[in-house]
């Protein structure tokens, strides 16, 4: 029977069950932009890069935020730190671009800035239960890079000749979806590092 109990020394979070949650969260995170996008055409603010890290990083952050119920409770603050800490480097962006600031834009270097804001905010929230947050800091930076780059990726396929007819769509969805599979094995890999505070920070498992 002691092989079917949630073991002390680590998050009760299934790898699986991270994974579908950060994978579904990145792809949720397409119609969420394009909404968010919307409703910044109606207000005339429809060209604004903040609406993409709001939008994917909300995305992810909802469910993502779910599937860490067991440890931080409540979800909601978790989906803020997803949704503002990505929002903010590209809030910078828009920003610059409206002060004629000499700063490029960079989709690669907003997604990799933001994933070390949201990495360190979602780390405090889970300093009060868990050891070994800086690991989740790490994983977070990385994971958001990768998949940063994938995106990236996908980005620049819209504009080539490989991206043409039904071929090209479904290499384009698929390099869409790679970033958040890549988020979410490389966040998921930290899950073990996180340790429960003593007997007091221990967790059950769900279901």
């Known amino acids: 029977m002691t092989g079917t ?3 002390p020394d ?5 790898m699986r069950g991270w994974l579908r949650a950060t994978s579904l969260g990145w ?3 397409v119609p969420c932009i394009l909404v ?14 903040v609406l993409v ?20 409770g409540d979800a909601w603050p978790w989906v803020v730190a997803s949704g503002v800490g990505l929002a903010l480097p590209f809030l910078v962006a828009d920003i610059a671009a409206l002060r004629e600031w000499e700063l490029r834009y960079s989709l690669q270097w907003c997604v990799t800035i933001g994933g070390v804001i949201v990495g360190a905010w979602q780390a405090l929230l889970l ?3 868990v050891h070994g947050t800086a690991w989740w800091l790490a994983a977070s930076a990385l ?9 990236r990726a996908a980005d620049a396929l819209t504009g080539s000749a490989s991206a043409r007819g039904i071929a090209g769509a479904l290499l384009f969805l698929a390099i869409v979806a790679a970033g958040g599979v890549v988020l979410g094995l490389v966040t998921g890999a930290a899950l073990p ?3 429960p505070r003593g007997a007091g920070g221990r967790v059950a498992a769900e279901g």
Do not use: D, K
């Open 36 to 49: 968010l996008a919307l409703v910044g055409e109606a207000i005339e603010i429809g060209g604004a890069q």
């Open 53 to 72: 890290g709001l939008g994917m990083g909300s995305a992810v952050g909802l469910l993502q935020g779910r599937a860490m119920r067991p440890v931080i």
């Open 5 to 7: 109990q949630p073991s």
């Open 127 to 129: 300093r009060a239960r």
């Open 27 to 29: 792809l949720l995170g």
């Open 143 to 151: 994971g958001w890079t990768l998949a940063g780059a994938a995106a």
């Open 10 to 14: 680590r998050v009760p979070i299934a």
């Open 193 to 195: 590092r996180l340790v």
